[in-house]
C-alpha cells in the first residue's frame, strides 16, 4: 500500500523511539515541536507502532519489510482511541501472521479495493444501449443512418440480458438468441442482431467495457446444397401488372401513396423520402437526397420528369401549415414512420402478392435494365457505391446518361400505368446508349495513333 513514507526506513529515523504501547502511554504522548508525524515502535512485539502526527490524530499502524522491495511498509491497523492496545495487537498479530502466508499483509486489502473500483465502473448491457445512453451517443456522433435499426436489434433480441455485466455476456448466449429468433421464421432479424452486436461489442472492446469481442471469428455455417436450393430469393421485382395494380392502388392513400410512386420512381429506399423538406429538396430539375441519411452516404438526385411532377403536384394537397415535409405523416404532420402497416393496407388495396418497399427499388433497376442500362448506370441511379476502384478515382456524377436512364425507365411506366409520355420508350434494348459514342471516341484515338506511326 502505498504511503508518503514509501522508500524511507521508519526504523532508522533519528526520533525513534521503542517503549511499551499501553492505552495509558499512547494518551500523554505528545508530538514534539518541529515535527510533522513520528513512529513509536512498541518494545514488546515486532512491526506494532504508533503514528503521531500533527493534526493530533493517532493511529497504530504495523511495519514490515517485504522481501526485494527498498524502505519500510505499512498497513494501517485503526485510530486510537477507537482501536485500543488490545485490539491493536491482535490486529498485528494477524499481519504477522499475512506476512509469513503472502508476503505482503496489504494484499487483502488491496484486491478489494481492487473489486471495489470494478464494480463501480462495471457496466450492464442495458446502461450502454439504452436511450441517449453511451452507444447511442456514439452511433449519434459517428453519423450513422441506421441507429435505430442497430440498438432496436440489440434491445429486443437481447432482453434477457439488459441487467447482466456486459463482462458476463458469452457468445453461447448470443447465438441462442439469434438461434431462437431464427427459430420463428426471421432469418434476416437473426443475422442483424447479431451483426449489430458484434458491432457494439467491437466498440465495447475499444472504451474498456470488456477485454475481447466474444463474437470475433464467429461466422454462419456454410450453407448445404439442400438450404441453397430451398431458401426463398430475397427480394423481388414487381411485375408489369403488379406495377399497373399498385400504382393505381397508391392514388387512393393520401401522402404515403404518393411516397410509394416516388420510391418506384427515383428507386430511395423507404425512410429517404420521409425526410425531403420542399424549400431544400424540391429544386427546378430534380428531387434530391441528402448524402446524410443514405446508407451508401452517396447523394442521390432523381430528375423531375412529367411523373415525378405529378406525383408533387398530387402531394401538395397534404402538405401541412406547420411542416415543410414532402410526404408528411397523416396522424402528426411529422416524419411519415409505421410502413409495416401502410404497405399492409396497400397491398391488400392493390390485390397484389406479397412485397416490401425496397422490392420498389429493386423494380426500377430491372427496368432500367430491359431499357438497355447496364449495372454501373444502374447502381448510379439509385445510389449505389461504384464497384471495385471506381469509387476511388472516378467521381464523375455522370448526370447526363442517369437523367437518360430515369427518362427511360419513366416513359416505360407512364406507358403501363396510362399517364402522359415524354419521350420514346426504348425496350429491350441490350446495349448503353452511349456505348456508340464510346465507339466513334475510340475509333478516332486509333486513327490518331495509326497517323502518328505511318
Known amino acids: 500500500m502505498s504511503h508518503p513514507d514509501k522508500g524511507k526506513d521508519l526504523r532508522s529515523e533519528s526520533q525513534q523511539r521503542f ?49 526485494g522491495v527498498d524502505g519500510t511498509q505499512r498497513k494501517t491497523l485503526g485510530a486510537w482511541p477507537r482501536f485500543k492496545e488490545k485490539d491493536a495487537r491482535a490486529a ?13 499483509p496489504n494484499a487483502a486489502k488491496r484486491e478489494a479495493k481492487q473489486q471495489q473500483l470494478a464494480a ?42 439488459l441487467t447482466k455485466d456486459i463482462r458476463s455476456l458469452t457468445r453461447r448466449q448470443i447465438v441462442a438468441d439469434a438461434d431462437r429468433i ?3 421464421g426471421k432469418r434476416g432479424a437473426a ?41 426463398r430469393q430475397k427480394g423481388r421485382a414487381l411485375t408489369d401488372d403488379e406495377v399497373i395494380k399498385v400504382w393505381k392502388a397508391a392514388g387512393k392513400l393520401g401522402a404515403f401513396g404518393q411516397l410509394t410512386r416516388l420510391c418506384l420512381l427515383g428507386g430511395p429506399r423507404r425512410s429517404e423520402p420521409t425526410m425531403q423538406e420542399w424549400s431544400r429538396h424540391v429544386l427546378d430539375d430534380r428531387v434530391t437526397f441528402d448524402e446524410a441519411w443514405t446508407k451508401m452516404g452517396l447523394h442521390h438526385d432523381v430528375p423531375r420528369t412529367q411523373l415525378i411532377d405529378e406525383v408533387l403536384a398530387a402531394v401538395k394537397h397534404f402538405q401541412r401549415a406547420t411542416s415543410d415535409y414532402v410526404f408528411p405523416s397523416p396522424k402528426t404532420g411529422g416524419q411519415m414512420s409505421g410502413f409495416t402497416k401502410m ?28 431499357c438497355g442500362y447496364d449495372n454501373e448506370i444502374q447502381r448510379l441511379c439509385v445510389g449505389q457505391k461504384p464497384r471495385g476502384i471506381d469509387q476511388v478515382y472516378n467521381h464523375d456524377e455522370q ?35 452511349l456505348d456508340p459514342i464510346k465507339a466513334e471516341l475510340l475509333g478516332r484515338l486509333r486513327e490518331h495513333y495509326a497517323a502518328g506511326t505511318a
Open 191 to 231: 443475422d442483424d442482431m447479431r451483426k449489430h452486436t458484434h458491432t457494439f461489442l467491437e466498440w465495447c472492446v475499444s472504451r474498456g467495457f470488456v477485454d475481447t469481442n466474444v463474437l470475433a471469428g464467429y461466422r454462419n455455417p456454410k450453407q448445404t446444397r439442400a438450404e441453397r436450393v430451398g431458401r
Open 343 to 370: 404497405v399492409g393496407r396497400l397491398i391488400k388495396e392493390a390485390e397484389v402478392a406479397r412485397f416490401t418497399m425496397h422490392d420498389l427499388r429493386r423494380t426500377l433497376r430491372t427496368i432500367m435494365s430491359r
Open 120 to 161: 463501480k465502473e462495471r457496466k450492464t448491457l442495458g446502461e450502454l444501449i439504452e436511450a441517449k445512453g453511451p452507444y447511442e451517443r456514439a452511433l449519434l456522433q459517428r453519423g450513422i443512418v441506421n441507429w435505430q435499426v442497430a440498438l432496436s436489434a440489440m434491445r429486443r433480441g437481447l432482453a434477457g440480458h
Open 19 to 67: 517503549v511499551k504501547l499501553t492505552d495509558a502511554a499512547v494518551e500523554r504522548v505528545e508530538l514534539p515541536a518541529g515535527k510533522s508525524q513520528v513512529y513509536l515502535y512498541d518494545s514488546e512485539q515486532p512491526g506494532l507502532a504508533l503514528r503521531v502526527r500533527a493534526s493530533g490524530g493517532k493511529s497504530w499502524v504495523y511495519l514490515f519489510t517485504k522481501p
Open 92 to 104: 498485528a498479530k494477524i499481519a504477522t501472521g499475512d506476512l509469513v502466508r503472502t508476503g505482503d
Open 399 to 433: 448526370w447526363i446518361i442517369r437523367k437518360m436512364a430515369f427518362e427511360a425507365a419513366h416513359d416505360y411506366i407512364a406507358e403501363l400505368v396510362g399517364a402522359k409520355r415524354v419521350g420514346k420508350v426504348v425496350r429491350l434494348q441490350r446495349t448503353n446508349p
Open 182 to 184: 431464427a427459430a420463428t
